[in-house]
């Protein structure tokens, strides 16, 4: 569950895009510069070839990344939530807050202070900061529907509201 959150977290905030983007630009220009250099061949030296060559590497490098990041975003994050994780939890809506019950306590946190919410097919993120957030699966909803919750959210959150199709 974590890895897919950290997915999300990843795409909501348009770092994926940017970041393949940014690899495929680089990887194109320096091999295209590779090319025209080997066929073109008029001052090109075996060090600029090595320049282009590292460039190309980055590029390639910063694709990869894009799509092993979330997943070590994951591990770091159960390595941090070890002994909490698997606890009972039960998230309940009122009109003006919610509640987390945990084995540590509730917590009270009102509609007005999230940051974001996100809506996927499987879940609900909502964000208190950009880096922490309650996880609410749609199927574990005991009371009301999803369609419900998000009819609800969006009109009880002052906070942007995302949907992304994954």
């Not at 630009?25 to 061949?41: E, N, R």
């Not at 922490?132 to 369609?147: D, F, H, M, W, Y």
């Amino acid at each position: 569950m974590y890895i897919k959150f950290n997915r999300i977290h990843f795409r909501s905030h348009a770092l994926f895009p940017l970041s393949i983007s940014m690899g495929c630009v680089l990887s194109a220009f320096s091999l295209l510069g590779m090319v025209s250099g080997y066929y073109g061949g008029e001052g090109f030296t075996p060090a600029d070839f090595l320049v282009y060559g590292v460039f190309f590497f980055l590029g390639v490098l910063l694709i990869l990344l894009s799509f092993r990041l979330p997943d070590a975003m994951a591990k770091s994050v159960a390595r941090t939530m070890r002994g909490r994780m698997g606890q009972p939890q039960t998230i309940r809506f009122f009109p003006g807050e919610y509640v987390e019950y945990t084995p540590r306590g509730e917590e009270h946190t009102s509609y007005t202070l999230l940051y974001r919410v996100v809506e996927t097919d499987r879940m609900f993120l909502l964000y208190q900061s950009k880096v922490q957030a309650n996880i609410v699966l749609k199927a574990c909803l005991t009371r009301g529907t999803p369609e419900g919750l998000t009819a609800f959210l969006r009109g009880a959150c002052r906070a942007p509201y995302k949907r992304i199709y994954m």
